[in-house]
């Protein structure tokens, strides 16, 4: 019997730089809100959701939760370089079912601890940190269920990216992914064979066939002048691109612009001007003082952030299907307060 006569297609792994998404670095005061008044002691730290962006903005979140919603049954797996299960301000929220180790060839996504590995767990952080304890903040889907699926610590191939996009469709309703191609201006890369499938897989059959949720950090390749249409996954039509805005209400330094970019959300900007993003941090120590930062950043930042509010709308109506949440994006965002940059136009 031949066993390679039954192979009908195959292909050569090849290992493709995915860095993570993020800017640079922040400082500055806190402000008041339409939000309720948490106990966490970090909450006064979260500008974008208290109220303390220019012109006593934030993203909205606060009536959201005052209906009631916070995420509840709703499941989020951040694709990065782990999370932290036992974090005290994610355990409470933390699927396994919703996590995986790719790199580590085992169910648990704990990230290797070498202080470079923080990333997938504060993107974890900002979609589903635990509310009303003394721990860091909150996050905006606060009850939702958060995972991770380990993937960004080893070698990244299309095997292993379309294995993270095609983990466990049938319970995750949201992917979050910070990060992709070199964002260095002169990179045209996007998803192989395997993840295209995968992506397809996931709107087609995922969440009963609703479609899974995919939200992209659009990059921050700002600084080359690299365009985030040139990332085959920023500008895949089955992803939710994020870009960002600054406290101060502007782009960032680290900003692409780019017409597949649906929507901004509030993160890092101008050092010593603009704060950055608060959230969980990985320490596998668990001392008290270093399980928080106040340093998140780049559009690393923002994708989560997006996510969590996906999660609120998916708890308001769980019919919602991938292109629904994509149409209401695009009929919910507000560019006004983003004006006073330029070069806003309508298209078609
Ligand atoms: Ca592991
Ligand atoms: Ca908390
Ligand atoms: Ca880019």
Redesign the pocket.
């Known amino acids: 019997m031949c066993i390679v006569c039954q192979v009908r297609w195959m292909v050569q792994q090849r290992e493709l730089r995915r860095p993570k998404r993020e800017g640079g670095v922040l400082r500055h005061a806190p402000r008041q809100s339409s939000a309720p008044a948490f106990p966490d002691p970090l909450f006064k730290e979260q500008w974008y959701l208290n109220g303390g962006a220019a012109d006593g903005l934030d993203m909205n979140v606060g009536y959201a939760w005052r209906k009631g919603y916070t995420g509840k049954g709703i499941v989020i797996t951040i694709l990065d370089d782990g999370i932290q299960p036992n974090h005290p301000d994610l355990a409470q929220n933390y699927d396994p079912a919703a996590s995986t180790d790719i790199n580590g060839n085992d169910t648990d996504p704990t990230p290797q601890d070498n202080g470079d590995n923080k990333h997938g767990t504060r993107c974890a952080g900002e979609v589903a940190a635990v509310a009303y304890n003394r721990y860091c903040g909150v996050g905006i889907a606060y009850n939702a269920s958060i995972g991770g699926v380990r993937m960004l610590d080893g070698l990244v191939n299309d095997a292993v990216e379309a294995q993270a996009l095609s983990f466990n469709p049938h319970h995750i309703d949201i992917y979050s992914a910070s990060w992709?191609?070199e964002?260095d201006g002169k990179t045209v890369d996007g998803p192989g064979p395997l993840a295209r499938r995968a992506f397809i897989n996931g709107v087609t059959n995922g969440r009963g066939g609703k479609g899974s949720i995919f939200i992209w950090a659009s990059?921050n390749?700002g600084r080359h002048t690299?365009s985030?249409n040139?990332?085959g996954y920023?500008n895949s039509i089955f992803t939710i691109s994020i870009s960002s805005a600054t406290q101060g209400g502007y782009k960032p330094w680290y900003l692409?612009e780019c017409s597949s970019t649906l929507a901004s959300t509030y993160s890092s900007g101008t050092p010593g001007k603009d704060k950055s993003v608060a959230t969980v941090d990985m320490d596998v120590q668990l001392r008290p003082d270093h399980i928080c930062t106040v340093d998140h950043t780049g559009t690393s930042a923002s994708a989560p952030l997006a996510a969590g509010m996906c999660a609120l709308a998916l708890e308001a109506n769980s019919h919602l299907t991938w292109r629904d949440m994509q149409h209401l994006i695009v009929m919910t965002s507000r560019s006004q307060p983003l004006e006073k940059e330029e070069g806003w136009i309508v298209n078609g």
Request: one cysteine or more; aromatic letters at 0%.
């Open positions: 992709g191609p964002d990059g390749g690299d985030c040139c990332d920023a692409e």
